[in-house]
T-cell receptor
Framework: GQQLNQSPQSMFIQEGEDVSMNCTSSSIFNTWLWYKQDPGEGPVLLIA?????ELTSNGRLTAQFGITRKDSFLNISASIPSDVGIYFC???????????FGTGTRLKVLA | NAGVTQTPKFRVLKTGQSMTLLCAQDMNHEYMYWYRQDPGMGLRLIHY???????AKGEVPDGYNVSRLKKQNFLLGLESAAPSQTSVYFC??????????FGPGTRLTVL
């Protein structure tokens, strides 16, 4: 089945550093979602994007809906230890009820 | 407001046994989904429902059945469990076309 390409697959960063990750698709999407999953927990919604070019922030997190509608980006500024986890992107096309999920970016923060 | 809940949290089955996973949501969402999550594979859609009494197949429906008799509940059944169904199962719900909210997951092992 179709999946999104999410990169990087994993990253180790120092506390206080900024983080960037992205998601690309061969299909055009009308909605992009970004989730964070802690070990042993379900994914938690971070940011939702509905319009090409849209830039939305949630605290230290900022996400962008790519203008081609085939990609999305998530940035985390000034990372802290609790940012550790797996970050997933998900995209959906208009009129569908189904999201396609990326394979995740595993983030580890070194104190 | 509990959001999305799942029972049980853990289960171990022998090959050929059957079981039902229960998902409940208290957000009055129309849409509900069942996913499985395997290492390196992201989330894959098993079945989904766009309203009470309706169900549809997702990306990986074989070996599973679902029912949506009440709007707030979505049941996932395994009639004859196989080791390939060892996974973490997540339920999610959403309003029409909106963001999906996930439950905490059920960890299933099939021996």
């Amino acid at each position: 089945g179709q999946q999104l390409n999410q990169s990087p697959q994993s990253m180790f960063i120092q506390e206080g550093e900024d983080v960037s990750m992205n998601c690309t698709s061969s299909s055009i999407f009308n909605t992009w979602l970004w989730y964070k999953q802690d070990p042993g927990e379900g994914p938690v919604l971070l940011i939702a994007l509905y319009k090409a070019g849209e830039l939305t922030s949630n605290g230290r997190l900022t996400a962008q809906f790519g203008i081609t509608r085939k990609d999305s980006f998530l940035n985390i500024s000034a990372s802290i230890p609790s940012d550790v986890g797996i970050y997933f992107c998900a995209g959906a096309t208009s009129g569908t009820y189904k999201y396609i999920f990326g394979t995740g970016t595993r983030l580890k923060v070194l104190a | 407001n509990a959001g999305v809940t799942q029972t049980p949290k853990f289960r171990v089955l022998k090959t050929g046994q059957s079981m039902t996973l229960l998902c409940a949501q208290d957000m009055n969402h129309e849409y509900m989904y069942w996913y499985r999550q395997d290492p390196g594979m992201g989330l894959r859609l098993i079945h989904y429902s766009v309203g009470e009494g309706t169900t549809a197949k997702g990306e990986v429906p074989d070996g599973y059945n679902v029912s949506r008799l009440k709007k707030q509940n979505f049941l996932l059944g395994l009639e004859s469990a196989a080791p390939s169904q060892t996974s973490v199962y997540f339920c999610a719900s959403s309003s029409q076309g909106g963001e999906q909210f996930f439950g905490p997951g059920t960890r299933l092992t099939v021996l």
